[in-house]
């Protein structure tokens, strides 16, 4: 077989990175094997190592990409002043307290999908830096002129993960329904 195009590899890479950011969230980052993800990926499992030293190195990569234009849609008008940003968070903490979001692991917030696996990650890592910025944006978005948005991200990001621990009983439902009411006022 021949060898790849710059851009063939590129295109590889890129598939690869996105599929892990996916699957991470949904499976975390050990339930996710090299060989299973280069499978979901479309690819062999002896190519990974042409673009990445390590898993560890993929999780790094992997999780910046998970919080790249995170908050760029559903909470634009966010950073305006006044009624439009209460109305833009009011939509956005809607939109993320969702059945459809919780439901949504592979595709969701990588704050909830990612924070079991940052916590026991190493402390230094370059994920758990990213891991850390991405949640200081969320809370700056959550803002507002009474407080800094930690308690709003922390009530949001902590129904959402413990809906989805509790997904398919009523419970899951009266957690997001509950947080939603708290999060909008």
């Known amino acids: 077989m021949g060898r790849v195009s710059k851009e063939q590899a590129q295109e590889n890479r890129r598939r690869i990175v996105d599929t892990a950011s996916r699957l991470f969230r949904e499976q975390g980052t050990d339930g ?4 299973d993800l280069m499978k979901a990926a479309g690819l062999t499992h002896g ?15 992997a999780t910046a990409r998970a919080f790249d234009g995170v908050g ?5 008008g966010a950073d305006t002043d006044g009624d439009a940003a209460k109305d833009a968070r009011r939509a956005f903490v809607e939109n993320y307290l969702s059945p459809e979001h919780r439901d949504d692991m592979a595709g ?3 704050t909830a999908g990612l924070a079991t696996d940052m916590a026991r990650g190493a402390t230094g890592s370059a994920a758990r830096h990213t891991y850390a910025e991405g949640v200081r944006e969320f809370a700056r978005r959550m803002a507002d002129d009474d407080d800094d948005g930690l308690v709003r991200l922390s009530t949001m990001v902590g129904a959402l993960i413990l809906a989805r621990a509790v997904n398919g009983d009523p419970l899951s439902d009266a957690l997001l329904a509950a947080a939603r009411a708290e999060a909008s006022a």
């Open 32 to 35: 996710v094997s090299v060989a």
């Open 108 to 110: 969701g917030c990588p």
């Open 72 to 76: 760029t849609g559903d909470r634009q």
């Open 47 to 61: 190519g990974f190592y042409k673009h990445f030293d390590s898993k560890e190195a993929l999780v790094d990569e």
